[in-house]
């Protein structure tokens, strides 16, 4: 378990400074600890919670499934962390290493994140990147990918804030029922 401490709302070196919306924890609450953490079976409500409250939408049955595929937390190829304040989970990420997509060799995918609205700003999100990274180098791989919707200016400015920056691939779809 990976734990660092931070001052609730002025989580990294550079310090924090916006409001979001209100939430952001007050400057002067004393100084809490973040535990980045593997996900465990009873954290899941938490976690359903949080992305309940992004997306608008209870999807257990979902999550439930997420939680098989990534939640054992023993392989290096998946991870489903969470970030823990005060026995609460405020956040999580989810991973997995592919190998050689698109001929490529093989590298990390983070293909959700999400922080509870009352605990953003404080770091929390960097922090679960943090960890996963650290998982991803561990495995050997030196690439770490995302793909984001273009109208989310919120999830694109945290991962450029990371120092991600555009790759190689362009995104391709098209509808199966014609
Ligand atoms: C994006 C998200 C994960 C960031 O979580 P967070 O814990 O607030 O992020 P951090 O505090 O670690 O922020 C790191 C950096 O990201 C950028 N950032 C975060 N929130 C921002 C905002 N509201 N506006 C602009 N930049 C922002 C900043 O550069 C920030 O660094 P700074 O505070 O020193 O300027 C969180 O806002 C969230 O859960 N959003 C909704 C969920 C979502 O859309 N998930 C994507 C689908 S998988």
Known sequence: MTRVTIRA???NTRGRRRQ???TRPPADTPERRIAIRAVRRRDLDQVIEIDAGATGVERRVYWLSVFRRYGDGEGPERHFLVAE???RVVGFIIGELRDWEF???PCGWVFAIDVAPEFRLGGVA????GAL????RRSGVRKLRTILARDNTLILSFFRSQGMMTGPF?????????
């Open 20 to 22: 979001a919306g209100g």
């Open 170 to 178: 362009i995104p391709l779809e098209m509808d199966l029922d014609v």
């Open 9 to 11: 709302g002025g989580g």
């Open 126 to 129: 960097t922090r679960l990147l």
């Open 85 to 87: 304040i005060d026995g």
């Open 133 to 136: 990274r650290a998982g991803f």
């Open 103 to 105: 001929g490529e060799p």
